[in-house]
């Protein structure tokens, strides 16, 4: 068994290789050739929630602590362990920060290549956090990105951000809209015809960033929709009442499979409902596996 940091990750895995790999694994879930399952645990200032993954090769579990507002320390803190789904032989032990970062992004971007406008070249991102720069990247790979706005609800950090990447700072029309904070409380409400919006920040119940009017108003696409109707933005749409999971057009899979329907028209705005899931995790990892490995 062999054990990875973060850093080794990252040497091992570039941006394009995982959004490749993480499109691979949607289409086998929705074919039913992988499989994904969650456990999560509340604490009284984050939470921990385990995704696992079983494929003909692989099978992986990550577990990962959410503590927002932890700094110095980071939000997201975790491991992956990959085991060989055929012998249950444990092959390597991972830092899990730099490859959910990653792998998230990665579900982004594959979002935006089935259901962004092709011509979009406008992007807004609401949190800047470590997220926020995965996200930046992963777009830039699918789109023909060139202006991007920053929002946070710490102007320091924004600034600090916009700085690195050159991007501007403040709310813009967008033709994309990646929301990637820890906010509690929705805050995306009026969005213009057209708009793709990955919704990436709700990964538990208590959290939420769309408002539930504009999700009755949108198209919405889930990565797993049982997930999205526990702990994404889906369930704030459920428990308001505006909407149920028959409102759902398709899971991202089914779309990547060709087996549903994604983006029918230019004017409609489409919303990406991510929670994160395991088999995201395993493509990831067994990327970085082989590679160090081989």
Known sequence: MIVLTGDDYNALVSMEDCIA???DAFRQYAEGSVHAGILSAHAERGAFHIKTSIGARYFAAKLNANFPGN???PTIQGVLVLFDANNGTPLAVMDSIELTKQRTAAASAVAAKYLARRDSRT????GCGAQASAQLAAMKCVLPIERVHV???DASRAEAFAQKHGVEIGVAPADVIVTCTTSKKPFLRDIERGTFVA???ADNPEKSEVDPEAMRNAVVVADVLEQCATIGDLRSSIAAGVMTRDDV???LG???AGSAEGRRDDAEIIIFDSTGAGFQDAAAA???YERATS
């Not at 992007?123 to 609401?126: A, F, S, V």
Request: aromatic share 4%; net charge negative; glycine share 4%.
């Open 286 to 288: 067994a990327i970085a």
């Open 249 to 251: 057009r398709a899971e």
């Open 123 to 126: 992007l807004t991102i609401y």
């Open 254 to 256: 089914a779309i990547v």
């Open 151 to 153: 929002v946070d609800a």
């Open 21 to 23: 790999a993480v499109e």
């Open 199 to 201: 919704a990436v920040g």
């Open 71 to 73: 700094a110095p320390l």
